[in-house]
């Protein structure tokens, strides 16, 4: 099969502010996107989205993408007007400060930059200490409480203002948030793909999940709903090809090598082995991954509804930070391998392993 990654479509998504638990409005461009190819197009109460191709079919598959990114909730506002914040996921806090931010306010979007002092006022013993995340900010450009009142509410988000680029001549790009609207856009662009001919066996249930960077919530939910036979998540995955990650933690993944396949207890080894024969039949490029344990993506919720799980990775740089970076041959090679192995499921697959 032939395909080509929708650059447009993908800037959309990534550039949409969509912290954890504020998923809404890159849910609406989601549903918008595949509302003509999908049989059926539905959201659930916690704000999943599921788009469906034969739902007739008694055979299930679910593919999870989780929309929601890392952002920072609004807690507080000074006299000042600097806005003070809770984080939404996980953040490294070295990388925050001096980071230019957008909060999506009551009239919009405002943007905001993460404030510290300079390194001038600081003491020797400060310059080595890593920032505490409580004593960071969020400066809107405000002088008052009352001011900033004016655009913002307390419960309002915010998220990195650092847009979509290209990088380099081998296919790379670079985004805030990659993590993981390119696992959303994959599972949008494998409905699409799998709509132009529906002419296979089994239903296919793809989900665009919430608030996965909180405890893998969305999926939780979806999955119990669903109850799926086979279930794939597609997530960002660590490549080991940069000059400070070590291949003994992660094992030899790179951007541009391909969908980095996860084998583990969190797999079926079935599932597993059918995914790899397929990479080698259709000579579609792949890596592996071992993880010991339940991964930290939806595919830990999906196994734990008893379906056959798959993680597939995108190889990225710079995971959680402003800038990270994965390449679009892998986003590529991720669609065609999840069409083909769809399209090869029949009747008499259970992908019970014993
Ligand atoms: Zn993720």
Known sequence: MSYEVNEEFLKKLVTTPRATGYELTAQRGIKEYLKKEADKIYADRVGNLYAVVNPDSPFKIMLAGHIDQIGFQISYIDKKGYLWFKPLGGFDVTTLPGKRVKISGKKGIIPGVLG???????????????????????????????????????????????????????????????????????VTEIVKELAKDKDFYAGVYGVSTVQEEIGLRGATVAARAIQPHVGIAFDVGHAADSPDVKKKLVGDTKLGGGPIIVRGPNINPVLYKRLVDIAKDKKIPYQTMAWHRGTGTDANAIQLTGAATALISIPNRYMHTASEVICLDDVKNIVKLTVEFIRSVIETDTFIPV
Do not use: N, W
Not at 130 to 148: H, N, Q, R, W, Y
Not at 157 to 184: M, N, R, S
């Open 116 to 186: 510290k002092k300079a390194i001038h006022l600081m003491k020797p013993e400060e310059r080595k200490k890593v920032p505490e995340m409580e004593k960071l900010f969020i400066d809107i450009g405000c002088t008052s409480k009352e001011e900033a009142e004016k655009l913002v509410d307390i419960g309002d988000f915010a998220t990195f203002d650092y847009g979509f680029q290209k990088l380099g001549d081998h296919e790379f790009a670079v985004a805030a948030g990659f993590d993981d609207a390119i696992g959303a856009f994959i």
